[in-house]
């Protein structure tokens, strides 16, 4: 099944953020698509068979973009 969902992360400062983000989410397998702005908002599209949302979240933690909890 596919899941989306929008988190807002910590890290992302420029275009060069999004492209590092980029790298680190690129070889995750079942990640369909991902999408991050400046104000860093990140849009994950995933298999849900084939990986899962903490997989993903794992990844970007370990390049510097931890997610950040809503108030």
């Given at each position: 099944?596919?899941?989306s969902e929008t988190i807002?992360?910590?890290g992302i400062r420029c275009e060069r953020c999004v492209?590092?983000?980029a790298v680190a989410l690129r070889d995750?397998?079942?990640l369909e698509s991902a999408n991050?702005?400046?104000m860093g908002?990140?849009?994950l599209t995933w298999d849900d068979e084939r990986t899962s949302r903490e997989t993903l979240?794992?990844?970007m933690a370990r390049a510097?973009?931890?997610r950040l909890t809503p108030a």
């Amino acid at each position: 099944m596919t899941m989306s969902e929008t988190i807002q992360v910590s890290g992302i400062r420029c275009e060069r953020c999004v492209n590092r983000l980029a790298v680190a989410l690129r070889d995750q397998e079942g990640l369909e698509s991902a999408n991050a702005n400046l104000m860093g908002e990140v849009t994950l599209t995933w298999d849900d068979e084939r990986t899962s949302r903490e997989t993903l979240l794992e990844a970007m933690a370990r390049a510097g973009f931890r997610r950040l909890t809503p108030a």
